[in-house]
């Protein structure tokens, strides 16, 4: 069966600081990755997706950057972390196929102090 | 522009009540639709999955139904439990992106009280 794995859990990081979070999914190959964030008050939002190796898509335009460096791991990335990158994210899976379905991550939860 | 509503935001019920939650889109254009349930601080469970051919699926006490014509779908839980207390998340996706993408409703908090 398959499985997604996000570390770590929770994070505490000041203005400024550099992020990775990490993705990563077993029991399958060639998936669809996804990036979501969710907000307080907003809903769930799609900020990237990767349909293979090295391919990313960006739907808006932020602080953040993915990368994708094996076919079962996706990172995200920043710089220098906003005070409104604070949020929890959710990395998502699907088989390659525009009808997948999607498959989520326990998430981590970020706190940019 | 796909935008999703879910209605109500909030919904209390006592337990063993049926009960049904809301779900409307704005573009029939669709693959699918989706229903999650996302307990506090956790990430989304897949709970039913609808091809946009497709009327309505059944897994257990929860039915799901879609009407792609008129932009709704219906989450039915049966015979509710404190345990089905959670966020449920309607998500549909639409032709938009080279790979689709999942489009959220801002959720309804379920609370079953014993």
């Known amino acids: 069966s398959q499985t997604i794995h996000q570390w770590p859990a929770t994070l505490v990081q000041p203005v400024g600081s550099p992020l990775s979070l990490e993705c990563t999914v077993e029991?399958?190959?060639?998936?669809?990755l996804y990036w979501y964030r969710q907000a307080a008050g907003r809903g769930l939002q799609l900020l990237f997706y990767s349909v293979g190796i090295g391919q990313i898509s960006s739907e808006v335009p932020q602080n953040l950057s993915a990368s994708r460096p094996q076919d079962r791991q996706f990172i995200l990335s920043s710089k220098k972390l906003l005070l409104s990158d604070s949020g929890f994210y959710l990395c998502?899976?699907?088989?390659?196929?525009?009808?997948?379905?999607?498959?989520f991550g326990p998430g981590t939860r970020l706190t940019v102090t | 522009k796909q935008e999703v509503t879910q209605i109500p935001a909030a919904l209390s019920v006592p337990e063993g009540e049926n009960l049904v939650l809301n779900c409307s889109f704005t573009d029939s254009a669709i693959y699918n639709l989706q229903w999650f349930r996302q307990d506090p601080g956790k990430g989304l469970t897949s709970l039913l999955l609808?091809?946009?051919?497709?009327r309505e699926q059944t897994s257990g006490r929860l039915n799901a139904s879609l009407d792609k014509s008129s932009g709704r779908s219906t989450l039915y839980i049966a015979a509710s439990q404190p345990g089905d207390s959670a966020t449920y998340l309607c998500a549909v996706k639409d032709y938009g992106g080279s790979q689709g993408n999942l489009i959220f409703g801002k959720g309804t908090k379920l609370s079953v009280k014993p």
């Open positions: 609808i091809q946009s051919s497709q």
């Open positions: 998502a899976w699907s088989v390659s196929r525009r009808d997948g379905e999607q498959y």
């Open positions: 029991g399958t190959s060639n998936p669809n």
